[in-house]
Nanobody
Framework: QVQLVESGGGLVQPGGSLTLSCAAS????????IGWFRQAPGKEREGVSC????????YYSDSVKGRFTISKDNAKNTVYLQMNNLKSEDTAEYYC???????????????????WGQGTQVTVSS
């Protein structure tokens, strides 16, 4: 079955950087959407950044645009989220998710993704 294993979370000071990794396995589709979502206590889960294989595009939420970068290593089936200039409001549980089915636009919506990792905590605090 599909497995997504995240790593790279931790405690970082404001202005610092972290790189999250998500290793995917157990799927056969050559094309899929994969992305990062986050959920802070008391808040809804939001799409942070997603990548679409079908059209090669990437999506970033307004809150992280210019600070976060998503990338994928196809040989390793691993997706990364480079997070720079972290702010306290970036504190949340971060989840990797994969969707091998949807090929349309507006693809960074959590309801589209059937496969999820276990999450990794990112805490930005001085």
């Amino acid at each position: 079955q599909v497995q997504l294993v995240e790593s790279g979370g931790g405690l970082v000071q404001p202005g610092g950087s972290l790189t999250l990794s998500c290793a995917a396995s157990g799927f056969t589709s050559d094309y899929y959407n994969i992305g990062w979502f986050r959920q802070a206590p008391g808040k809804e889960r939001e799409g942070v950044s997603c990548l679409s294989d079908s059209d090669g595009t990437t999506y970033y939420s307004d809150s992280v645009k210019g600070r976060f970068t998503i990338s994928k290593d196809n040989a390793k089936n691993t997706v990364y989220l480079q997070m720079n200039n972290l702010k306290s409001e970036d504190t949340a549980e971060y989840y990797c998710a994969l969707d091998p089915y949807y090929t349309g636009s507006n693809y960074c919506r959590s309801g589209l993704y059937p496969y999820w990792g276990q999450g990794t905590q990112v805490t930005v605090s001085s």
